[in-house]
């Protein structure tokens, strides 16, 4: 048999395919966006496991808590405690209801940190944080210098004031550890059982957002329940043997403090081991020693400040013996965290 065309080899069966439709492919785009004009803000208080719970109307008479999720497309950002947040759906707050987070709104600062100092990534603590009141034990556990300085620099890092809140005064004189931070211009509260400088402290909390940091075991959350008794935060113990405290908070909770008529936000953090400073460059390291910036101001251009540097200002006043005793630790101490930061100028 033969034929005249080569199409005449071949039947057509397009008509028994079987296509399938596809809704995803096939639906026209659109440029119409979803409409949050009527979003409420909300400030978060708590996470726990992708449910956020926020206060609404805050310092009104519709102030109300609310649980909410986030939205898909928020889905890589991190969303912590201090974060005003733009919420949709339901924000009554009442039992059962969810809202869901569709943005979050600029914040105005940002404390950090890493997991230790080798690590890069940064690790959001908190947002919108005007104050950092770091927690230290004159005893069990021994009060460290580094994670003072430590946190000292972070605060300066993300541009929030720091305070010093010493605990358990009645077990050891911090007179020796305080002269570390003398030549800093930092607010120094000391508490004991019994005698917590409550009034003082809450003058100093009101009309500003507060995390606290601490080791675990330094008294931190007892003090917080102090300050807010309906607050009920768990308590630990400290291990006779090593001196170390337990965690007894999982995540960070924030809560309102009052004094008078006048109100702030605390915002309790867990106990932390160390305060990795990855993330820091070393500008901002020698912003936590303000009181040695005279010194290197005078420092030849590129100069590290570490205790290699030739012609470092710092080693001149040091064996002139300008900077000396406490001083001189706190050079110590600004040479340990540039070094850890392995990060030059």
């Keep these: 048999m033969r034929w005249s065309t080569d199409a005449d080899r071949y039947e057509d069966y397009s008509d028994r395919v079987r296509v399938r439709p596809n809704p995803k492919a096939n639906r026209p785009r659109t440029k119409i ?34 649980v909410a999720a986030r939205a898909r497309e928020l889905r890589g950002e991190a969303i912590v405690n201090g974060d005003i947040v733009r919420l949709t759906g339901d924000t009554s ?107 003082e402290l809450r003058e100093a909390l009101v009309g500003n957002t507060t995390v606290f940091i601490g080791h675990s075991g330094v008294g931190k959350s007892t003090l917080i329940n102090a300050l807010v008794p309906e ?43 160390s305060f990795g400073l990855g993330h820091v460059t070393s500008d901002s390291v020698l912003a936590g020693f303000t009181e040695l910036g005279s010194f290197t101001a005078d420092c030849p251009r590129g100069c590290t ?17 300008v900077l000396s005793g406490s001083a001189a630790a706190r050079v110590s101490s600004l040479r340990r965290l540039l070094s850890a930061t392995k990060q030059p100028f």
């Excluded at 940002?110 to 005893?139: C, F, G, K, P, Y």
């Excluded at 043997?241 to 109100?263: F, N």
């Excluded at 400040?305 to 013996?321: F, P, R, S, V, Y």
């Design 231 to 273: 607050a009920q935060r768990a308590t630990g113990y400290v291990n006779e043997v090593t001196g170390r405290g337990r965690h007894t908070s999982s995540s960070a909770v924030t809560m309102r403090v009052t004094s008078g008529s006048e109100s702030g936000w605390v915002i309790d953090t867990p106990g932390v081991r």
């Design 33 to 66: 966006r979803p409409d949050y004009s009527n979003a409420v803000t909300g400030m978060v208080i708590g996470v726990d496991r992708g449910r956020y719970r926020l206060v609404v109307g805050a310092d009104t008479a519709d102030e109300h808590t609310v």
């Design 305 to 321: 400040h570490l205790d290699t540097a030739i012609g470092c200002a710092l080693d001149t006043a040091l064996n002139e013996g």
């Design 93 to 199: 707050g009442n039992p059962g209801s969810l809202a869901r987070i569709v943005g979050i709104e600029k914040r105005k600062t940002l404390l950090r940190r890493s997991a230790d100092d080798s690590d890069r990534v940064e690790r959001i603590m908190v947002a919108n944080a005007t104050q950092m009141l770091i927690v230290v034990a004159a005893a069990r556990p021994e009060p460290r210098v580094g994670l003072v300085d430590r946190s000292l620099v972070a605060a300066y890092d993300a541009g929030i004031k720091p305070l010093l809140c010493v605990t358990k005064t009645d077990l050891a004189d911090p007179s020796d550890f305080l002269s570390h931070f003398a030549g800093l211009d930092i607010p120094v509260f000391l508490s004991a059982p019994g005698k917590e400088p409550l009034a």
